[in-house]
């Protein structure tokens, strides 16, 4: 009998995600969504520059020199200097590190703390998922930046506490995303089979219902990363965020943004292109991947 249902298990599995290698997946999208996949190389760029920062970045990003304070765009320095003498170019590349640290963390941690507890609340239903369900009603009443804002302002600022900021909002807007597909899953006659050769409701949950969310799942942490980049950039320009020296988008914006609007406009116009940017590639990827993952869009 345990046999039969872990057959049952896997054949649902692959009725429901419709299992494909990487290959087909990369082709699909580049044939079907090219803007996807124009989203898929900014972010691919994105993520080889904060890896190998060290060797494309020009100069120290938080070296200063004072001789060349404000200086325009040359040669020297293609996206020119800010304030402190210090180059714009080689403070956005390494600032990609700060923004793919903060996006991916908190997409990851907060969408699979997520993933947990939508599926579980609609495993369980009843009053656990009623309960649950208006828990995250008050989460989701405050906008993610208001959110965001109150719990760094709790936490302090720096890198690690800017994650766990913008990762507690995304808790429940996952786990919502993610109940609604897990309530469809949990009337599947294979999860009755588990209960009936007396699986543990951890086991049924992570092994048999979890991986059959994964499509919806892996489309909200993309939209999440973009998310997070955004937030992040904002927490910063506010000055709850990342502190100097170390280099982040909004950081760059907070301190050229305004002083030197007129005098040095390249302090803020670079470091506003490159949050643009990345936001950008991460919503075109993420639906592109929606289009290709999800068979009734796909069979349209």
Request: net charge neutral; aromatic share 10%.
């Amino acid at each position: 009998m345990v046999a039969i249902s872990e057959v049952r298990v896997e054949a649902q599995f692959e009725t429901l995600t419709e299992k494909k290698p990487i290959s087909w997946l990369v082709l699909e999208l580049m044939r079907r969504k090219p803007l996807g996949a124009a989203g898929a190389i900014i972010v691919i760029i994105m993520i080889l520059t904060a890896i190998f920062a060290d060797l494309v970045s020009p100069y120290n990003p938080e070296a200063n020199s004072f001789a060349d304070m404000t200086q325009a765009p040359s040669w020297a320095h293609w996206l020119g200097t800010d304030q402190f003498g210090r180059d714009v170019l080689a403070r956005i590349i390494y600032g990609a590190r700060t923004a793919l640290f903060v996006g991916f963390a908190s997409a990851l941690v907060g969408g699979a703390i997520g993933l947990v507890l939508g599926v579980g609340s609609a495993y369980f239903g009843g009053r656990i998922d009623l309960i649950f369900q208006r828990v995250m009603d008050i989460f989701m009443a405050f906008p993610l930046i208001i959110m965001a804002l109150a719990v760094v302002s709790i936490f302090g600022t720096g890198a690690q506490n800017v994650v766990i900021a913008i990762t507690i909002p995304f808790i429940p807007r996952c786990a919502r995303v993610v109940r609604s597909s897990a309530l469809a899953i949990r009337e599947v006659p294979y999860i009755d089979a588990a209960r009936a050769n007396g699986f543990s409701h951890s086991r049924i949950i992570l092994r048999h219902m979890a991986p059959n969310v994964m499509a919806p799942f892996l489309i909200m942490i993309t939209a999440f990363v973009g998310q997070a980049i955004l937030l992040e950039a904002s927490l910063s320009y506010l000055g709850l965020g990342v502190q100097e020296p170390t280099p982040a988008w909004g950081l760059m914006l907070q301190g050229g943004a305004e002083e030197y609007a007129l005098s040095a406009p390249w302090m803020a116009i670079f470091p506003g292109l490159a949050i643009t940017l990345a936001v950008f590639g991460f919503n075109l990827f993420g639906d592109a991947l929606r289009d290709v993952l999800d068979p009734k869009l796909r069979s349209q």
